[in-house]
């Protein structure tokens, strides 16, 4: 962080390599703070969304294995890029890895 001569404070942003206001710098953060969730494909994924298993899985705790092509309705996002919420018929709080999944 720096100062010019009128007090204002200005902070190195490592993105654009330029110092901005802090501001700007607050403004920037809080934009950045929604977090972009993608499936295996690189599909960016929302809520709600309806999924489909790309591989096996086999639920912890559950003692159940989901198949590959099953498919799950009304996703929510967690604020982890990598996890989803879904609920799945018999398993309650399930979460899944967004690697595991695509986009139908």
Same mark, same amino acid.
């Given at each position: 962080?720096?100062?010019?001569?009128?007090?204002?404070?200005?902070?190195? &942003?490592?993105?654009?390599?330029?110092?901005?206001?802090?501001?700007?710098?607050?403004?920037?953060? !809080?934009? &950045?703070?929604?977090?972009?969730?993608? &499936?295996?494909?690189?599909?960016?994924?929302?809520?709600?969304?309806?999924?489909?298993?790309?591989?096996?899985?086999t639920v912890?705790?559950?003692?159940?294995?989901?198949? *590959?092509?099953?498919?799950?309705?009304?996703? @929510?996002?967690?604020? &982890?890029?990598?996890?989803?919420?879904? *609920?799945?018929?018999?398993?309650?709080?399930?979460?899944? @890895?967004? !690697?595991?999944? *695509?986009? *139908?």
């Amino acid at each position: 962080m720096m100062t010019d001569g009128t007090g204002d404070e200005y902070v190195y &942003d490592e993105a654009s390599g330029e110092w901005i206001s802090a501001a700007e710098a607050n403004a920037k953060s !809080e934009q &950045d703070g929604a977090v972009e969730v993608r &499936d295996a494909v690189g599909n960016i994924l929302a809520d709600g969304d309806q999924v489909t298993l790309i591989k096996d899985l086999t639920v912890k705790g559950a003692g159940q294995t989901l198949k *590959r092509g099953t498919l799950i309705k009304s996703i @929510r996002l967690t604020g &982890d890029s990598q996890e989803i919420d879904c *609920r799945f018929d018999g398993i309650k709080g399930l979460v899944l @890895r967004a !690697e595991f999944v *695509r986009k *139908r």
